[in-house]
């Protein structure tokens, strides 16, 4: 159940505990086990967070996808 409910809710977890990327998994023997590592992918220019998908938008290659998509939104004029 709290397993369920942490795997739904996995894309807002890096926000609560102010890190780049979580992953919840299933331990063989059921039981909670956390493990920090380095993050992948590229860093953020804008936010900081460590992101596999960062440099993915041609127009805002140093951003995550989420920076790219808020800078699009609200400074479409604004060029690289
Ligand atoms: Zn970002």
Same mark, same amino acid.
Request: proline share 4%; glycine share 4%; aromatic share 8%.
């Given at each position: 159940? @709290?397993? %369920? !409910?942490?795997?739904? @809710?996995?894309? &807002? !977890?890096?926000?609560?505990? &102010?890190?780049? /990327?979580? %992953?919840?998994? =299933?331990? @063989?023997? *059921? %039981? !909670?086990? &956390?493990?920090? /590592?380095?993050? %992948? *992918?590229? =860093? +953020? /220019?804008? +936010?900081?967070? #460590?992101? &596999?998908?960062? *440099? @993915?938008?041609?127009? #805002? $290659?140093?951003? +995550? $996808?989420? +920076?790219?998509?808020?800078?699009? =939104?609200? #400074? $479409?004029? !604004? /060029?690289?």
């Amino acid at each position: 159940m @709290e397993f %369920e !409910l942490l795997k739904e @809710e996995a894309d &807002i !977890l890096d926000n609560l505990f &102010i890190v780049s /990327q979580v %992953e919840i998994e =299933k331990t @063989e023997d *059921g %039981e !909670l086990d &956390i493990t920090v /590592q380095h993050a %992948e *992918g590229e =860093k +953020c /220019q804008r +936010c900081w967070k #460590y992101d &596999i998908r960062t *440099g @993915e938008n041609e127009k #805002y $290659p140093d951003t +995550c $996808p989420r +920076c790219a998509k808020v800078l699009e =939104k609200n #400074y $479409p004029d !604004l /060029q690289e």
